[in-house]
C-alpha cells in the first residue's frame, strides 16, 4: 500500500491516506485551500464537489521526486551521513574506491609476477622503470581514476572488467608495457581478483583501523581496573545483594574477555585462492602446460602477505571470512555486555558522567545526563552484529561451483565493521566521561550486612558448628539485618577467639576476597595472554 501525507498550510490537520480507493470525508476544510494545495495526497470521495480527483494517492509532490544529490543529509546509511566523521578511517578499506584500489594492486602485480616466470617468455622481465610506472600505477591510485574506472564500468557493466580495461588504456602509451596489454588478467577469473583484494580490504581495515581501537577500549578498561581496583561494590547476582567485590575487578573481567577474544581476531589467517574459473587452473594448463601452476598461485598469494587456499571451486570459499566475522561478534557482544552493566551502575549512582557546556540530555526534562554514549554503542553493537552474523553464515554457502549471492554481500563488510567501530568509540566517549561516586557505593554497602552470612556460616562449618547455613538464614533470609544483629550472633558462636576477632572485624567494605589483586594484576594477566606483548 502507499502512503501519502498532505503539508499543506501549518494550520491544516495533517492526514495520513493509504492508496485510493479509500474514502475520506471533510467538511471543514476550505475550497481556497484545495485549489492552493499541490500536494497529491487528497484522498477521493471529498465533499467539495467542485474536485473530480481521481488520480491514485502517493502522497509524494511532483516537486519532491527530482534526484537529490548525495550528501550527509540523504545518504541512506548513517554511517554515511551523520557518523561520517567516526568512521571514515575504513573508507580507504572497505568503500568501492577500497574495492577498485584493490583489484588494481592484484592485477598489476600478476602481471609483474609474469614477468618473472622464465616459461612465460611473452611477457619478459620489465626494467627497472616499467616496474616503478606500474608500482605508482597502485600507488598513486587517486579518486579520479576510481571513477574513470566507474565510467568504463557504466559501458562494460562488469566491475572487474572495467580494472583490467583501465589499466590497458593507462599502460598503452608505455613502450615496454604496452606489447604485454593483454597479460593483464590474464588466465583469471574475476573472483581471483575479487577475493584477493577483499582479503586485502579486510587485512587492512583490521590491522590500520578496528584492532587498534579495540586495543585502545582494552587499555582504557584496564586504567579503570587498576584505577578503581580497592574501591568496594556490592555485587548483585539475580539483581539482589550478592557478597561485595570491587569496582576495578568487575572491569577487569571486560578487558580480559575482550583481550581474549582480540587475539583469537588478530590470529585469523586472511586466505586467498588463484586457480582460474573453476579451481583447476584449466586455462593456465592450456596456454602454458610445462608450468607448475598451484605453486606459482600460492608464490603470488603469499606474496600479498595471505595465506594460501589450493582447494577451491570458483571462489575462495569464504570460511575463514565466516571465523573472523563470528570472532567479531562475540567481542561486540562482550562489549554489550560491559555497556549493560555500566549503564546499570550509572543508574545506580555508582558512577556520575561529567557534562559540557551546551549539551541537552532531554527535550523536557532539564536535569537529564543520559547514558548516550553507553546507548548508542549497544544499539550500533545490535545492527553490527546482524550484519556479521548474516555475513557469517551467508558467505560459506555458494551453489555448486559458485553463484553471485556472495558478490553483494560481500559488499556490505564495511556496514559491520563500521558500526562496530561507531560502537568502540562511543563506549571510550562513554569512559571518559565517568566518575565514581564512592558515597553512593559505601551507601549500598552499609545497608547490605546481610552479605556477611557467606564467610560467617562458611567459618562455622570449619570448625564444626552444626546447621551453619541452616542458621544463617533464619538470620538472614527475608529479615533485616544489620551491624548489630550481625556481630550479637558472631559472639554467641563457639568458635575460636582470633576467628571470632577476625569475624567482628569483618564488614562489607572490607570482605572482597581477592578482589582488589586481581584487578592490580589485570595487565599483567593480559600480558601473558598474549605472549608479553600489548600495553
Same mark, same amino acid.
Given at each position: 500500500?502507499?502512503?501519502?501525507?498532505?503539508?499543506?498550510?501549518?494550520?491544516?490537520?495533517?492526514?495520513?491516506?493509504?492508496?485510493?480507493?479509500?474514502?475520506?470525508?471533510?467538511?471543514?476544510?476550505?475550497?481556497?485551500?484545495?485549489?492552493?494545495?499541490?500536494?497529491?495526497?487528497?484522498?477521493?470521495?471529498?465533499?467539495?464537489?467542485?474536485?473530480?480527483?481521481?488520480?491514485?494517492?502517493?502522497?509524494?509532490?511532483?516537486?519532491?521526486?527530482?534526484?537529490?544529490?548525495?550528501?550527509?543529509?540523504?545518504?541512506?546509511?548513517?554511517?554515511?551521513?551523520?557518523?561520517?566523521?567516526?568512521?571514515?578511517?575504513?573508507?580507504?578499506?572497505?568503500?568501492?574506491?577500497?574495492?577498485?584500489?584493490?583489484?588494481?594492486?592484484?592485477?598489476?602485480?600478476?602481471?609483474?609476477?609474469?614477468?618473472?616466470?622464465?616459461?612465460?617468455?611473452?611477457?619478459?622481465?620489465?626494467?627497472?622503470?616499467?616496474?616503478?610506472?606500474?608500482?605508482?600505477?597502485?600507488?598513486?591510485?587517486?579518486?579520479?581514476?576510481?571513477?574513470?574506472?566507474?565510467?568504463?564500468?557504466?559501458?562494460?557493466?562488469?566491475?572487474?572488467?572495467?580494472?583490467?580495461?583501465?589499466?590497458?588504456?593507462?599502460?598503452?602509451?608505455?613502450?615496454?608495457?604496452?606489447?604485454?596489454?593483454?597479460?593483464?588478467?590474464?588466465?583469471?577469473?574475476?573472483?581471483?581478483?575479487?577475493?584477493?583484494?577483499?582479503?586485502?580490504?579486510?587485512?587492512?581495515?583490521?590491522?590500520?583501523?578496528?584492532?587498534?581501537?579495540?586495543?585502545?577500549?582494552?587499555?582504557?578498561?584496564?586504567?579503570?581496573?587498576?584505577?578503581?581496583?580497592?574501591?568496594?561494590?556490592?555485587?548483585?547476582?539475580?539483581?539482589?545483594?550478592?557478597?561485595?567485590?570491587?569496582?576495578?575487578?568487575?572491569?577487569?573481567?571486560?578487558?580480559?574477555?575482550?583481550?581474549?577474544?582480540?587475539?583469537?581476531?588478530?590470529?585469523?589467517?586472511?586466505?586467498?585462492?588463484?586457480?582460474?574459473?573453476? #579451481?583447476?587452473?584449466?586455462?593456465?594448463?592450456?596456454?602454458?602446460?610445462?608450468?607448475?601452476?598451484?605453486?606459482?598461485?600460492?608464490?603470488?598469494?603469499?606474496?600479498?602477505?595471505?595465506?594460501?587456499?589450493?582447494?577451491?571451486?570458483?571462489?575462495?570459499?569464504?570460511?575463514?571470512?565466516?571465523?573472523?566475522?563470528?570472532?567479531?561478534?562475540?567481542?561486540?557482544?562482550?562489549?554489550?555486555?560491559?555497556?549493560?552493566?555500566?549503564?546499570?551502575?550509572?543508574?545506580?549512582?555508582?558512577?556520575?558522567?561529567?557534562?559540557?557546556?551546551?549539551?541537552?540530555?532531554?527535550?523536557?526534562?532539564?536535569?537529564?545526563?543520559?547514558?548516550?554514549?553507553?546507548?548508542?554503542?549497544? #544499539?550500533?553493537? #545490535?545492527?553490527?552484529?546482524?550484519?556479521?552474523?548474516?555475513?557469517?553464515?551467508?558467505?560459506?554457502?555458494?551453489?555448486?561451483?559458485?553463484?553471485?549471492?556472495?558478490?553483494?554481500?560481500?559488499?556490505?563488510?564495511?556496514?559491520?565493521?563500521?558500526?562496530?567501530?561507531?560502537?568502540?568509540?562511543?563506549?571510550?566517549?562513554?569512559?571518559?566521561?565517568?566518575? @565514581?561516586?564512592?558515597?553512593?557505593?559505601?551507601?549500598?554497602?552499609?545497608?547490605?550486612?546481610?552479605?556477611?552470612?557467606?564467610?560467617?556460616?562458611? @567459618?562455622?562449618?570449619?570448625?564444626?558448628?552444626?546447621?551453619?547455613?541452616?542458621?544463617?538464614?533464619?538470620?538472614?533470609?527475608?529479615?533485616?539485618?544489620?551491624?548489630?544483629?550481625?556481630?550479637?550472633?558472631?559472639?554467641?558462636?563457639?568458635?575460636? @577467639?582470633?576467628?571470632?576477632?577476625?569475624?567482628?572485624?569483618?564488614?562489607?567494605?572490607?570482605?572482597?576476597?581477592?578482589?582488589?589483586?586481581?584487578?592490580?594484576?589485570?595487565?599483567?594477566?593480559?600480558?601473558?595472554?598474549?605472549?608479553?606483548?600489548?600495553?
Amino acid at each position: 500500500m502507499e502512503l501519502g501525507t498532505c503539508f499543506n498550510g501549518s494550520n491544516v490537520n495533517k492526514k495520513l491516506f493509504f492508496s485510493a480507493p479509500i474514502i475520506q470525508k471533510s467538511n471543514f476544510l476550505p475550497c481556497s485551500w484545495f485549489k492552493n494545495c499541490s500536494c497529491r495526497a487528497i484522498a477521493k470521495g471529498s465533499t467539495i464537489s467542485s474536485l473530480k480527483i481521481q488520480e491514485k494517492v502517493t502522497g509524494m509532490s511532483s516537486n519532491h521526486s527530482q534526484d537529490l544529490e548525495l550528501s550527509s543529509l540523504t545518504a541512506l546509511c548513517p554511517l554515511d551521513g551523520r557518523y561520517w566523521g567516526k568512521v571514515k578511517e575504513l573508507a580507504p578499506f572497505m568503500s568501492e574506491y577500497g574495492l577498485i584500489h584493490f583489484r588494481i594492486l592484484v592485477e598489476v602485480k600478476w602481471l609483474i609476477k609474469m614477468s618473472q616466470i622464465p616459461q612465460i617468455v611473452e611477457v619478459p622481465s620489465f626494467s627497472e622503470g616499467a616496474r616503478t610506472f606500474l608500482q605508482e600505477l597502485i600507488d598513486g591510485f587517486s579518486m579520479d581514476d576510481a571513477l574513470e574506472v566507474k565510467k568504463i564500468e557504466r559501458v562494460t557493466n562488469h566491475d572487474v572488467k572495467a580494472v583490467e580495461y583501465f589499466l590497458k588504456q593507462r599502460c598503452q602509451s608505455h613502450p615496454e608495457i604496452s606489447k604485454v596489454l593483454e597479460f593483464f588478467h590474464f588466465a583469471c577469473t574475476s573472483e581471483d581478483i575479487n577475493n584477493l583484494a577483499h582479503a586485502l580490504m579486510l587485512k587492512g581495515a583490521l590491522n590500520t583501523v578496528i584492532l587498534p581501537v579495540m586495543d585502545e577500549l582494552i587499555k582504557a578498561i584496564c586504567e579503570m581496573a587498576t584505577t578503581h581496583s580497592s574501591v568496594p561494590m556490592l555485587s548483585r547476582t539475580h539483581g539482589q545483594p550478592a557478597s561485595p567485590t570491587t569496582l576495578g575487578k568487575e572491569m577487569a573481567i571486560f578487558a580480559y574477555r575482550l583481550s581474549r577474544e582480540r587475539k583469537e581476531i588478530s590470529q585469523i589467517e586472511m586466505l586467498g585462492k588463484f586457480a582460474g574459473a573453476v #579451481g583447476n587452473y584449466n586455462a593456465h594448463l592450456s596456454a602454458y602446460p610445462e608450468i607448475n601452476w598451484p605453486q606459482i598461485a600460492e608464490e603470488f598469494v603469499m606474496s600479498l602477505g595471505l595465506e594460501f587456499n589450493p582447494y577451491v571451486p570458483q571462489i575462495e570459499t569464504h570460511d575463514y571470512m565466516a571465523k573472523l566475522f563470528h570472532s567479531i561478534v562475540q567481542f561486540n557482544n562482550i562489549l554489550v555486555d560491559f555497556d549493560r552493566d555500566v549503564w546499570g551502575y550509572i543508574s545506580l549512582g555508582y558512577f556520575k558522567q561529567t557534562t559540557k557546556a551546551g549539551e541537552i540530555g532531554s527535550s523536557t526534562m532539564p536535569h537529564k545526563v543520559n547514558p548516550i554514549d553507553f546507548e548508542n554503542s549497544e #544499539g550500533n553493537l #545490535g545492527v553490527a552484529n546482524g550484519d556479521l552474523s548474516h555475513l557469517s553464515t551467508k558467505l560459506p554457502i555458494s551453489r555448486w561451483q559458485r553463484d553471485l549471492t556472495d558478490s553483494t554481500v560481500l559488499r556490505n563488510m564495511g556496514v559491520g565493521l563500521g558500526h562496530s567501530l561507531l560502537a568502540y568509540r562511543s563506549a571510550l566517549q562513554g569512559i571518559k566521561k565517568l566518575q @565514581v561516586n564512592e558515597a553512593a557505593l559505601t551507601e549500598d554497602l552499609d545497608k547490605t550486612w546481610e552479605v556477611l552470612a557467606e564467610p560467617i556460616q562458611t @567459618v562455622m562449618r570449619r570448625y564444626g558448628v552444626p546447621e551453619p547455613y541452616e542458621k544463617l538464614k533464619e538470620l538472614t533470609r527475608g529479615r533485616a539485618v544489620n551491624k548489630e544483629s550481625i556481630r550479637e550472633f558472631i559472639q554467641k558462636l563457639d568458635i575460636p @577467639v582470633d576467628a571470632k576477632t577476625s569475624l567482628l572485624n569483618l564488614t562489607p567494605h572490607t570482605y572482597v576476597g581477592a578482589a582488589a589483586e586481581l584487578a592490580n594484576n589485570v595487565n599483567q594477566a593480559i600480558n601473558l595472554l598474549n605472549g608479553g606483548h600489548i600495553f
